[in-house]
C-alpha cells in the first residue's frame, strides 16, 4: 500500500482540483509495473506534445475494443479530463506531489522528457 495521502488543503489549488490530484496519486500507488509505464508514456506525450514518438504512441492506443473498459482504462480517461482542465501551476503541483511519493518514477519522467530532444 503506498503513502497517505493527507486530506489538507494544496496550497493554491481549488478543492475540486486538489481531490483530483489526490485521487490520481490514489490509483498510481495501486498500479502495477505496466500500468505505471502506460502512465509514465501518457504523461510524457503531455509534457512534450507534437512530438513525434509521443504521437506514434498514442496512435497505438486507438484501437476500436469489444469489450468494456478496465478500470485502469477508465482511471486514465478521467486522469486525462481532469489534466485538461488543471492550469499549468495544477499540473506542476501534481508533478510535485508524485515527485514527493515517487521519485524515482519522476526521475525517469524527466529522463523521457530529456530523451525527446532534438526528436521531431
Known amino acids: 500500500m503506498g503513502p497517505k495521502i493527507a486530506p489538507v488543503a494544496i496550497e493554491g ?10 485521487c490520481v496519486l490514489s ?15 501518457d504523461l ?10 509521443a504521437l506514434l504512441g498514442e496512435l497505438s492506443l486507438l484501437q476500436v475494443q469489444d469489450k468494456a ?16 482542465s488543471w492550469s499549468e501551476d495544477e499540473r506542476n503541483t ?10 524515482t518514477f519522476v526521475a525517469q519522467f524527466y529522463q523521457e522528457i530529456a530523451n525527446t530532444a532534438g526528436k521531431d
Open 13 to 22: 489549488i481549488s478543492y475540486i482540483t486538489a481531490q483530483e490530484l489526490r
Open 27 to 41: 490509483w498510481f500507488h495501486g498500479w502495477g509495473a505496466t500500468q505505471r509505464q502506460r502512465f509514465l508514456e
Open 44 to 53: 510524457v506525450s503531455k509534457a512534450v506534445p507534437g512530438k513525434l514518438c
Open 69 to 84: 473498459p478496465s478500470i485502469f482504462e477508465c482511471q486514465l480517461r478521467l486522469w486525462n479530463q481532469w489534466f485538461e
Open 94 to 103: 501534481f508533478v510535485r506531489l508524485l515527485e514527493e511519493s515517487e521519485p
